[in-house]
């Protein structure tokens, strides 16, 4: 139990930022531009608290952090095709 217990503590605040993000997106449904302003914030976000969790556990390094922001890219394009149909 105090495994799930320390791993929920890490996780919760990146479900936090997914979860912020998720409702910013839908209340700003008629705002095309401060929707794409919250994903790319979501995006930093997410990277910023990988790098954190992962230098929390000592094994923070270059192809981890490039790991992180490889995703965010990937979300980023996704989004911004979806929204802009580039």
């Not at 449904?29 to 979501?42: G, N, R, T």
């Not at 992962?54 to 095709?81: C, K, P």
């Amino acid at each position: 139990m105090n495994k799930i217990t320390h791993h929920l503590r890490h996780y919760l605040p990146l479900l936090g930022i997914i979860f912020a993000g998720l409702v910013g997106f839908w209340i700003f449904s008629y705002d095309m531009v401060f929707q794409l302003a919250i994903v790319v914030a979501v995006a930093a976000s997410y990277i910023s608290w990988g790098i954190i969790h992962h230098h929390m556990h000592n094994d923070l390094n270059l192809s981890v952090v490039l790991e992180y922001i490889a995703v965010a890219v990937v979300g980023l394009v996704l989004v911004f095709t979806l929204l802009l149909g580039v």
